[in-house]
Structures are given as structure tokens and as C-alpha cells.
């Protein structure tokens, strides 16, 4: 028989032996022994999670005779030919090929019919997200008035992308990443089942590599047996994840603490030489440096971590202060955004190596205690002067300039009330003018998804606001603060960012108009007054209607008010 590869051989066939989704799998298995199964189904979550291998023991559990605790048998015929992919009424369709509205249709037409071999009729449509508008319209009628004998599992990496109203006629399951210890835990079950040596340290690389997908650790692990001879050792698990040794990582986290750029860029160089990804090097790093942070404040915690607590970890964990792996890790963290769409990697990771070799790493703490004495002698010096020129300035009687300075205060004050942002009122109304209640739904659903994209400062001001109007290429920002909307319109690290993320999540590229939320709704009823018909004086006609006065009630619903010229 051919080889088959480890994530199809040890491929999930009941509920049980899914790691890591202990809830959902929990769940799953009630409302089967309840007979409580529902229409539809919704299973999200990143690749490699078990979406799939859940659909696929969900199928053969409600249409299994002998099941147990809502667990398929495994061996009776159904369960046997649902597994190898004999069953026609289990129906897995893959929708990044077949996501067109003949397709769909296809599938509307036959869920009419009763299975002909199991209870149920299943079809599960991977990566659903796929599907196009009218694919998805043609899904609807069908997940809302299903036949009783035909249940729909749909699968997805990208919730975001499915309507609204096709998730609400779903039960949805959110699938989470798979965690270090039952990943390795999984390994180690393997690795016992085919009497193969290893290191437990290998395991842990592999492990952390694969974050947080089985599938992704089941492909590492099968290219490291075969990388490998009679047993699974660390180096071999690091040769094939390109992952760091600890002893790399003290030598360069040593050198840029210690303010050696040539060495540290020395070691950068060698990395890069034996073809270790700039991704995988800061990542790395990344998790070397919360580790130390960890091991300093929570030492019991990493206890038990085989290969990782040495004798050149402990040494680093005493030479680095807690203040400078705070500057490492941010450092790191920052670059490892920017070569995420880099085409030039390298460039970033050796400026990461100068600014963490030359940055002067001091605790505030230790700054205020280099403060020179005579400085802060000739500071309190000033001070006292200050305050004897405004003891005397109080004394000598400046009344007479009081109305004229309170004529002027007053007159600052109303300046000051002044707005200072100028709202772009004439693109606004161009913006309306295109607006449809679709795209802006589209902009809303990937909203919160959007801040993985905008470092934390652009974070904190894309949270005080909100998305109103969208168009096919322009979107309005509604801001809680004016301050904000004016520092927004001047940002273009953030307008950039903003439109780079909308970019990658919906295809999606928008000029971004920035207003004051308390000055939207105004703007809003001058666009529709001013689109309303028959401002030249003539009596409008009752039994026409606007196309642009219906199309901004759509948008708007009831928020819009016409008001008669």
C-alpha cells in the first residue's frame, strides 16, 4: 500500500479523538444523543484546527445506528463507507472551486430528494467564504426552509466574509488554536504508536512551530522522521523548522544588551547564511525573549521545559534587565509587522540589530539617580524667581488692564470654540452619492479584524470611531472627538495602513474621509434636503420617486427626514 501521509492516517474519526476542542466536540455529541440536530452549521477557525474532521465524524454520528454518547461505531457499514467516501448522500464540495451560482443551484435542486443509503443527507462546503454574492443568495432560501432530511455544514478560515444572513441561520462553532501541551502530548502518542526515538525537546520545537495547527504539526513531524535516522533529535526538529538553537539566541540577545553591533550583526549574518527566514528568526527571538521575561517574574512556570532551562538561559536572565527585555520585545514586535509584507526582510532585521545594540537600555529609576546635583540646585533656583516676579506682578496693580484683557479673553475663548478641522463637505456628498447599505455592511463585518493591521496608537484612535457611509471607492469615518478626526486626516501612516488592511481583508481599497461624529447626522439631512427634487420652486411630483432619495432611505433607513423647501 503507498505511504500515506501522517495527518490523513491519524485524521480525527470521532469526536474524542479531536485535541484541543473539548467544548465544541462536547457540544456536538449532545444534540446528536438529545436529537436536537439542527439545519446548519457554521465551523470558523484557522487552517489545521479540525473544521473539517468535525464535519466529517458529525456526518457519520447522526447517520450511524449503533452510535454511542452521540459517538459514530466506526464499523458498521454506513459509518465505513461515509469514511472511505462511498455514502453519495455525504456530500463534501469545496467551494474555492465550485463557488459559482450554478453550483449552488445544482445543490438547491437536489436537496429535495430523500437520501438514498443514510438518515441524513449531508453536504459540507469547505471554505465557504469563497462563494460569490450570488452563490451565496442562491444558499439562503435553501438554509432558511431546508428539508428535514438535509443538514449543511459549512467550514471557513474567514467568517468575516460570509453574510450576515447566512450566518444567523447557522449554529456557529469557533474553532481556537491548539495549544503547545496537547499538541506535544498528540506527538508523543504518534511517535509511541510507531515505535520511533525521540527527544521530548523535539517535540516542543515542532510544537511551537506549527502554531496552533495539527495538520501543520503532523506535516512537520512527518518531514522530520523522514529528515532524521534511527531517532527524532532536537537538531533534526531544528533543521527542519529553521527554528534557532537557545545557544544562537543567548549569543545574540548577549551582544545587542552588551551594545556589540558587530558581533550581533556577526551572528544575524550567520543566520541568514544557513538560510534561516527572517520571519521565523524574529519569531524566535520573540518567544526566547518572553521566556526570559517569564523565568524572571514566574520562574515555577517554565519548570519542567525540557531543553530550555540551561545554564546560558539562567546567565542571560541575570544579565538582561527587565526594562530591556520590555524594549526587545516591543522592538521585535514592531519589526515583525513590518517584514510581514516586506520584499526587502533583511534590511529590517539588521536595523532591528543596530537599534537594539546602540539603544541605551536604562530604567527610568537609574536615569533619575544620574541627574547631576548642581542642575537640579540651578532648576529650584528659577523656580524661586518665577515666583517672586509673580508675587510682584500680583501686588503692583495691573487692574487697569482688566477689561481689556477680559475683552480679549473673551474674544480667544470664542475663537477657541472655533472648529479647527475643516470638513470636507463637498467630497462627503460625493461619497453619499455613491453609498450602498452592502458596502458599508462589508467595511462594518471587518471592522474589528482591521486593528491587527494598526500598531497600538492607531488602534487606540480607530476605537473612538466608527464607519457611516461607503461607496465603491470612498469611506466615511465618523470620529467621537473632532481633535482625533483632524489628527486622523493628517495621519498617512494610519490612512495607509487603514487602506492596506481593507486591502487584504475584502479587496477593498477606499479614499478615507475623516468628520466629527457630532456633526455627521447634520451633514447627513443637508445631503437628502439638498437631493430632494423640485428645489427650484416647482412642487415636487408625489408619483415619481427619486432614485437618490429612495437609494438614501435604503442606506439610512428610518434616520432620514425629507424636509419640504
Known sequence: MAYQALYREWRSQTFDDMVGQKMITQTLKNAIVQEKVSHAYLFTGPRGTGKTSAAKVFAKAINCKHSVNGEPCNQCEDCVGITEGRVNDVIEIDAASNNGVEEIRDIRDKVKYAPTQVTYKVYIIDEVHMLSTGAFNALLKTLEEPPKHVVFILATTEPHKIPATIISRTQRFDFKRIGIEDIEEHLTTILKAKDIAYEEAALKIISRSAEGGMRDALSILDQAISFSGDKLTTQDALEVTGSLTNEIMDAYLEHCVSSE?????????????????????????????????????????????????TESFKKLSELVKTDELYQLINELNETQKEIRYSHQPTVYLEVMTVKLSTAKMTAPTEQ???????????????????????????????????????????????????????IPTEQVYQVLQKATKPQLVSVKGAWDELLQFLSVTQRAMIKASEPVAASDDSLIIAFDYEILCQKASQDEDLLFAIKNGFERLIRYSPNLISVPRDQWSELRQSFISQMEPGESGEAPKTEEKDPVIEEAKELFGSLVNIIED
Do not use: F, W
Request: with cysteine.
Open 261 to 309: 553591533t558587530e558581533a550581533a550583526l556577526s551572528v544575524l549574518n550567520q543566520l541568514l547564511t544557513e538560510g534561516k527566514e527572517s520571519n521565523r528568526i524574529v519569531e524566535n527571538l520573540l518567544l526566547y525573549c518572553r521566556d526570559l521575561l517569564v523565568y524572571q517574574k514566574a520562574p515555577n512556570v517554565l519548570e519542567g521545559q525540557v531543553g530550555l532551562i
Open 368 to 422: 533619575q539617580g544620574n541627574v547631576d546635583l548642581p542642575e537640579i540646585q540651578n532648576l529650584m533656583d528659577k523656580v524661586m524667581t518665577l515666583e517672586k516676579e509673580l508675587h510682584q506682578l500680583k501686588t503692583t496693580g495691573i487692574a487697569q488692564n482688566t477689561n481689556n484683557q477680559q475683552a480679549s479673553s473673551s474674544q480667544n475663548t470664542k475663537k477657541a470654540k472655533v472648529p479647527t478641522y475643516r
